[in-house]
């Protein structure tokens, strides 16, 4: 490291420290902390909910990817894109979750079943969220050790302590203060300034790398493979293990089913203006992606061309001995391509990484501490609590449960062995709660017949079936024949199974989802608590019966909903097509190689170029919207995540919710089933 590089490093740490001395101010309640008063709108949301994907852990996970699979995994993952983008436009769950009002899925839980279960789903939710976290820091700090040119021990008072320890606990102090000063609205407005720097810096270290390495040697590297396990022809890499097209077909399924389940980013799902600007903000979160993703495969390929070039064998030898002196192998796996980056980057280049890098921990680290803590107090400790707390009182009591999720990831990363790929370890962690979760919250958003039985029978058949996947891959590590993916999948196919026939089976009274929703009649309790209203309480769909658009999209919106849509047709017409072609007249490795030139590298870098520029104008724009908003919104004490009777406690206290109209309409339903 040099002094430009440290300059980069440091400036990126002064930063995130200025923005959460200064943010401070604005969380004046509950719903500030954990929502952001439920005030951002959608470049906002976009940026900060992005950076999450930056962190070192992140790139290590998708270099693991590239490094074992090279660009072939890729032309598979084109094939679900139109789908699940569809999905998105038409909001799928996300719509619907907003309008309920809920600050956490738990909350949401006791309002469409009981309390009992949002105890046991909040738990649960917790106890997967510890662990699928509990990865990150530990990763991210031995990732920085090499970055920042440490030595791998340090010897103190006679013991020696690997130096990831250490810095590991400064990071988490850090993310500490970042999400101790201002709840979400730090993280948010940290996560956007980084997201802001760090599309700058993407352009800058692409550049630079391509300067550095020709495609000709790139493609040369990729192109020398076994038979059956290519890095650049998908139909000739169906021996690759684990990462391939059924990885891909699995997650189709797991991505449609787990839609918003996962809790790592939940006070982004609760903090838009409206259901409709969150809807936006994940639209354009998918666009404001590519230029990170060209990034990483950049890096990628760079960095497996220095290992295996001939030209570069010598100097490739002082990587490999840097790796071999890593004692557990699968962390040797996750540390190659890191390594090989720290002995090639020069000078600027590295610093810019770093700040890239530690940028990206920031942000993702404070996000996840935030989430994981927020969910133990509100769906855990605040559904047991008779008398309520005070709004000084919940803050801290968010505030020390954020603290202990810290030092249970501090301890968890030092003496846990992984012994998984990264990506395989967060999908099978992930469906101990997403298993049974995807199917309670899609049965009970959009099913007025899913009963309370019939979610506890999905949650505990998804926990059982997940952990006892984790205990044998524990023991027989790398032999057990299936991987964290198979396993997520057949959890998920069971748990939606059993919690179908239990809820058929247990249903008395179909549920009065236009309360929970605060639709039709009830939509006057959204003007009482001072809601943003859209032009259509419901999803009527007009042209979107293809896409998704409805009464609330303006032509800016379809604008980008339809660009989308169509970049995402025309990558999934190339597969299609393409696929069809090669079977006909199969394309030689040079055609192969060109095709990955322009898609997997050109393409993207004008991607991150236009994104870069689009984006800083929209996070600059709405972040300081967020604080003229903040500044004149009048805080409600009773909104603090609080259910009484299957309603949010501040609906409560309103008179529109015992009005004449309403209480008519409830009346009618209920003399309706009591004739049926």
């Given at each position: 490291?040099?002094?430009?590089?440290?300059?980069?490093?440091?400036?990126?740490?002064?930063?995130?420290?200025?923005?959460?001395?200064?943010?401070?101010?604005?969380?004046?309640?509950?719903?500030?902390?954990?929502?952001?008063?439920?005030?951002?709108?959608?470049?906002?949301?976009?940026?900060?909910?992005?950076?999450?994907?930056?962190?070192?852990?992140?790139?290590?996970?998708?270099?693991?990817?590239?490094?074992?699979?090279?660009?072939?995994?890729?032309?598979?993952?084109?094939?679900?894109?139109?789908?699940?983008?569809?999905?998105?436009?038409?909001?799928?769950?996300?719509?619907?979750?907003?309008?309920?009002?809920?600050?956490?899925?738990?909350?949401?839980?006791?309002?469409?079943?009981?309390?009992?279960?949002?105890?046991?789903?909040?738990?649960?939710?917790?106890?997967?969220?510890?662990?699928?976290?509990?990865?990150?820091?530990?990763?991210?700090?031995?990732?920085?050790?090499?970055?920042?040119?440490?030595?791998?021990?340090?010897?103190?008072?006679?013991?020696?302590?690997?130096?990831?320890?250490?810095?590991?606990?400064?990071?988490?102090?850090?993310?500490?203060?970042?999400?101790?000063?201002?709840?979400?609205?730090?993280?948010?407005?940290?996560?956007?300034?980084?997201?802001?720097?760090?599309?700058?810096?993407?352009?800058?270290?692409?550049?630079?790398?391509?300067?550095?390495?020709?495609?000709?040697?790139?493609?040369?590297?990729?192109?020398?493979?076994?038979?059956?396990?290519?890095?650049?022809?998908p139909f000739d890499s169906f021996q690759t293990k684990d990462f391939n097209?059924?990885?891909?077909?699995?997650?189709?399924?797991?991505?449609?089913?787990?839609?918003?389940?996962?809790?790592?980013?939940?006070?982004?799902?609760?903090?838009?203006?409206?259901?409709?600007?969150?809807?936006?903000?994940?639209?354009?979160?998918?666009?404001?992606?590519?230029?990170?993703?060209?990034?990483?495969?950049?890096?990628?390929?760079?960095?497996?061309?220095?290992?295996?070039?001939?030209?570069?064998?010598?100097?490739?030898?002082?990587?490999?001995?840097?790796?071999?002196?890593?004692?557990?192998?699968?962390?040797?796996?996750?540390m190659e391509i890191p390594i090989a980056i720290t002995h090639f980057l020069?000078?600027?280049?590295?610093?810019?990484?770093?700040?890239?890098?530690?940028?990206?921990?920031?942000?993702?680290?404070?996000?996840?501490?935030?989430?994981?803590?927020?969910?133990?107090?509100?769906?855990?400790?605040?559904?047991?609590?008779?008398?309520?707390?005070?709004?000084?009182?919940?803050?801290?009591?968010?505030?020390?449960?954020?603290?202990?999720?810290?030092?249970?990831?501090?301890?968890?990363?030092?003496?846990?062995?992984?012994?998984?790929?990264?990506?395989?370890?967060?999908?099978?962690?992930?469906?101990?709660?997403?298993?049974?979760?995807?199917?309670?919250?899609?049965?009970?958003?959009?099913?007025?017949?899913?009963?309370?039985?019939?979610?506890?029978?999905?949650?505990?058949?998804?926990?059982?079936?997940?952990?006892?996947?984790?205990?044998?891959?524990?023991?027989?590590?790398?032999?057990?024949?299936?991987?964290?993916?198979?396993?997520?999948?057949?959890?998920?196919?069971?748990?939606?199974?059993?919690?179908?026939?239990?809820?058929?089976?247990?249903?008395?009274?179909?549920?009065?989802?236009?309360?929970?929703?605060?639709?039709?009649?009830?939509?006057?309790?959204?003007?009482?608590?001072?809601?943003?209203?859209?032009?259509?309480?419901?999803?009527?769909?007009?042209?979107?019966?293809?896409?998704?658009?409805?009464?609330?999209?303006?032509?800016?919106?379809?604008?980008?909903?339809?660009?989308?849509?169509?970049?995402?047709?025309?990558?999934?017409?190339?597969?299609?097509?393409?696929?069809?072609?090669?079977?006909?007249?199969?394309?030689?490795?040079?055609?192969?190689?060109e095709f990955w030139r322009v898609n997997a590298i050109i393409i993207p870098?004008?991607?991150?170029?236009?994104?870069?520029?689009?984006?800083?104008?929209?996070?600059?724009?709405?972040?300081?919207?967020?604080?003229?908003?903040?500044?004149?919104?009048?805080?409600?004490?009773?909104?603090?995540?609080?259910?009484?009777?299957?309603?949010?406690?501040?609906?409560?206290?309103?008179?529109?919710?015992?009005?004449?109209?309403?209480?008519?309409?409830?009346?009618?339903?209920?003399?309706?089933?009591?004739?049926?």
């Open positions: 490291m040099h002094l430009l590089d440290w300059i980069l490093v440091l400036g990126s740490l002064i930063l995130v420290m200025g923005i959460g001395i200064y943010t401070q101010q604005y969380a004046k309640s509950v719903a500030d902390f954990m929502s952001a008063g439920r005030v951002a709108r959608r470049y906002l949301l976009a940026v900060g909910r992005a950076e999450m994907q930056a962190g070192a852990v992140i790139y290590v996970g998708a270099f693991e990817v590239l490094n074992h699979s090279g660009l072939s995994y890729t032309w598979w993952t084109w094939l679900p894109r139109p789908i699940l983008l569809v999905v998105a436009i038409f909001g799928f769950v996300i719509y619907r979750y907003r309008e309920t009002r809920a600050m956490t899925l738990g909350q949401f839980f006791e309002i469409r079943y009981s309390r009992n279960l949002r105890l046991f789903a909040g738990s649960l939710g917790f106890f997967s969220g510890l662990l699928n976290f509990g990865i990150m820091p530990v990763i991210g700090a031995r990732v920085m050790v090499y970055f920042l040119g440490f030595s791998p021990e340090l010897h103190v008072w006679g013991f020696t302590v690997p130096t990831y320890i250490p810095l590991m606990a400064l990071f988490l102090g850090v993310n500490l203060f970042v999400t101790l000063s201002g709840g979400i609205i730090t993280i948010m407005m940290t996560n956007c300034v980084e997201g802001i720097v760090s599309q700058i810096l993407y352009l800058v270290l692409i550049f630079g790398l391509l300067h550095m390495f020709s495609w000709t040697q790139i493609s040369a590297t990729l192109s020398d493979q076994p038979a059956g396990q290519s890095f650049i022809n097209i059924w990885l891909v077909l699995m997650g189709i399924a797991g991505s449609m089913y787990g839609t918003m389940a996962w809790q790592n980013q939940s006070a982004y799902n609760s903090a838009p203006l409206t259901a409709h600007e969150g809807v936006m903000g994940n639209l354009l979160g998918q666009w404001r992606g590519f230029g990170q993703a060209a990034v990483i495969v950049v890096l990628a390929v760079c960095a497996m061309t220095y290992l295996r070039d001939p030209a570069y064998a010598a100097k490739a030898v002082q990587v490999h001995a840097d790796v071999a002196r890593i004692d557990n192998p699968q962390t040797q796996e996750q020069p000078e600027g280049l590295r610093g810019a990484l770093c700040a890239v890098l530690l940028l990206g921990l920031f942000g993702g680290d404070s996000s996840h501490l935030h989430s994981w803590g927020s969910l133990f107090i509100q769906d855990v400790v605040l559904p047991l609590r008779r008398k309520p707390f005070t709004p000084h009182q919940h803050i801290w009591l968010l505030r020390w449960s954020i603290v202990g999720v810290a030092l249970f990831v501090f301890f968890f990363g030092i003496f846990f062995p992984l012994v998984d790929y990264i990506s395989m370890w967060w999908t099978v962690t992930m469906s101990i709660y997403i298993g049974g979760a995807g199917a309670v919250i899609i049965g009970g958003l959009y099913w007025k017949k899913a009963t309370t039985a019939g979610a506890w029978t999905g949650f505990l058949t998804g926990f059982f079936l997940s952990m006892a996947g984790i205990t044998a891959q524990q023991l027989y590590g790398k032999s057990f024949p299936l991987n964290g993916a198979q396993i997520s999948f057949f959890t998920m196919l069971i748990a939606v199974g059993s919690y179908v026939i239990v809820s058929l089976l247990t249903c008395r009274e179909d549920f009065n989802l236009d309360r929970m929703l605060h639709r039709g009649a009830y939509a006057e309790i959204n003007r009482e608590l001072g809601e943003v209203t859209e032009k259509s309480t419901g999803r009527k769909v007009t042209w979107g019966k293809i896409i998704g658009y409805d009464h609330n999209f303006t032509l800016g919106d379809k604008w980008i909903a339809g660009g989308l849509f169509a970049w995402m047709m025309i990558f999934f017409a190339i597969t299609v097509l393409g696929s069809l072609w090669y079977f006909i007249a199969p394309w030689p490795v040079s055609v192969w190689s870098v004008i991607m991150a170029v236009i994104t870069a520029i689009w984006f800083t104008w929209g996070g600059i724009f709405d972040a300081i919207d967020l604080f003229r908003r903040l500044r004149t919104k009048r805080s409600n004490p009773l909104d603090n995540g609080a259910v009484i009777n299957h309603h949010n406690m501040e609906e409560n206290t309103l008179p529109e919710v015992e009005s004449p109209v309403i209480a008519k309409i409830e009346n009618s339903s209920r003399s309706r089933q009591e004739v049926l």
